[in-house]
């Protein structure tokens, strides 16, 4: 069945610093969307990307998805405390059955 | 998401009793979802329903059964509860009346411990 892969699993950061998790599916997808999970939360929709090579931008976050569409990134650019928590991507597989499969998270720890 | 509710919040039992955990849901969506979560296994799929008297299996159905009582309704039974179903649940929503590529909504989950 449909995989998608999602590294790291786990970082830590200074405060201030950059962070990136990158998901990549086994199969092209035709779409991805983008959770986060805070500490003892539940997973909350970010972002959706659908177009082959799209790049969108939420303040601090820039999400892409590739000109593939196996594979999508999340960046944080200077990340800070309130951005800890559990990022999720989640892939739809092109002709599937309109039903998403996570990836495995990437936890992200932010250090004062 | 406050308009997708899940009962009970948490829940510990014992090996082989039956268990069911509620969600219901005010949005108005047609399809529903039961999740479970697991430390570094992320989110997987137990069954899913796109609309009343749909039933899917997801990825992980062994062991569990649902029912989808209405719209706003789908339970998820543990008809005999081991101690490797301990977890936390998730229900989710999302409504296909929007397109098919439609973001979902979670609930606040159900830490269910089974000793």
């Known amino acids: 069945g449909q995989q998608v892969m999602q590294i790291p699993q786990y970082q830590h950061v200074q405060e201030g610093e950059d962070f990136t998790t990158y998901c990549n599916s086994s199969?092209?997808?035709?779409?991805i969307q983008w959770y986060k999970q805070r500490p003892g939360g539940h997973p909350v929709f970010l972002i959706q990307?659908?177009?082959?090579?799209e790049v969108k931008k939420q303040k601090r976050l820039t999400f892409q998805f590739g000109e593939a569409k196996k594979n999508s990134s999340l960046h944080i650019t200077a990340t800070q405390t309130t951005d800890v928590g559990t990022y999720f991507c989640?892939?739809?597989?092109?002709?599937?059955?309109?039903?998403?499969?996570f990836g495995i998270g990437t936890k992200l720890q932010v250090i004062p | 998401d406050a308009d997708v509710t899940q009962t009970p919040r948490n829940r510990i039992t014992k090996t082989g009793k039956r268990i069911m955990l509620e969600c219901s849901q005010t949005?108005?969506?047609?399809?529903m979802y039961w999740y479970r979560q697991d430390p570094g296994l992320g989110l997987r799929l137990i069954y899913y329903?796109?609309?009343?008297?749909?039933?899917n299996k997801g990825e992980i159905s062994d062991g569990y059964s649902v029912s989808r009582q209405a719209q706003a309704k789908f339970s998820l039974s543990l008809e005999s509860a081991i101690p490797n179903q301990t977890a936390l649940y998730f229900c989710?929503?999302?409504?296909?009346?929007?397109?098919?590529?439609?973001?979902?909504?979670f609930g606040d989950g159900t830490r269910l411990s089974i000793l």
């Open positions: 199969t092209t997808l035709s779409n």
């Open positions: 990307l659908v177009k082959s090579g």
């Open positions: 989710a929503t999302s409504d296909a009346r929007q397109g098919t590529r439609q973001p979902q909504h």
């Open positions: 989640a892939g739809m597989k092109e002709g599937g059955y309109q039903k998403v499969t």
């Open positions: 329903s796109f609309d009343v008297k749909d039933i």
């Open positions: 949005k108005g969506h047609d399809r």
